[in-house]
């Protein structure tokens, strides 16, 4: 039998759901979210590029099924779902005819986290979970201040050091950083056709790397705001790029660590 190329077949699926990339594509626009999702998208792009000689001739049909039956559902729930509810439906649709062509030995999972980290999460996630993690950041800083003998204590979202009270706000949450260390582990591990089951094993180190480097980067920039001459804003933004590199650095260093990888 013939078959569609995977290409024309994957090209035709996003088709069939383009009200959910009008969405996405009109919420980065608007500027309601970070467009960071496109980075996820051409990194897929790139990484499927990359194995196009390695795919499938012939489909595995259980995965086409899937990824038809979820394109269905995710028009369908237009009518009554949240429409990044709908856009995930949509990335997962996608995300299982892509399964269906690649070879069954090669690294799935980092790709199909690839497939959701293009959807605009940010907002969401800041909204939802912006608030505990700053908490948690606040009071994990509090604690590290003390043990170096500064006097700090954390109030809500804010911290009081030095008598000089320090917001935590929304960019100490740790969302985008979060967002950027997945996005490493996945492209990297995609890369170096790590196996899935050793990803999903580290992935939980990964939560624990983003942790540590936001209480960290929000430990030295409490200690250096509440002095009297404070900070200036290019250093701020100076020690988060640094913090973030070294996050993704780390990161990267824990998929690439004594993996059993071949590189592409």
């Given amino acids: 039998p013939s078959y569609l190329s995977p290409a024309a077949w994957l090209t035709l699926q996003a088709l069939a759901l383009w009200p959910h990339g009008l969405w996405m594509a009109r919420r980065v626009q608007d500027g309601s979210d970070e467009p960071l999702g496109l980075a996820a998208a051409a990194a897929l792009l790139w990484l499927v590029v990359l194995r196009a000689n390695s795919l499938r001739v012939a489909p595995q049909t259980g995965w086409l099924a899937a990824g038809v039956l979820l394109g269905v559902a995710a028009n369908a729930a237009l009518w009554w779902l949240p429409p990044l509810a709908c856009a995930l439906l949509a990335a997962l649709s996608l995300g299982a005819a892509l399964m269906a062509w690649l070879p069954a030995s090669g690294p799935r999972l980092p790709l199909a986290g690839l497939v959701v980290l293009t959807l605009p999460w940010i907002a969401s996630l800041q909204y939802y979970g912006g608030y505990p993690l700053r908490v948690l950041t606040a009071q994990i800083s509090a604690w590290l201040l003390q043990g170096l003998g500064i006097a700090a204590e954390r109030s809500g979202t804010a911290m009081l050091v030095r008598g000089q009270l320090v917001i935590v706000d929304a960019p100490c949450s740790g969302v985008q950083m979060a967002w950027m260390a997945w996005f490493c582990a996945c492209a990297v591990a995609a890369l170096v056709a790590l196996r899935d089951g050793t990803f999903l094993r580290r992935l939980p180190a990964v939560g ?16 250096l705001e509440s002095r009297p001459q404070g900070l200036a804003e290019s250093l701020h933004e100076g020690i988060g790029l640094v913090a973030l590199a070294l996050v993704c650095t780390a990161v990267i260093a824990l998929m690439t660590r004594r993996s059993h990888a071949v590189l592409v």
């Fill in 208 to 223: 624990v790397i983003v942790l540590v480097g936001n209480v960290l980067r929000n430990t030295v920039l409490v200690a």
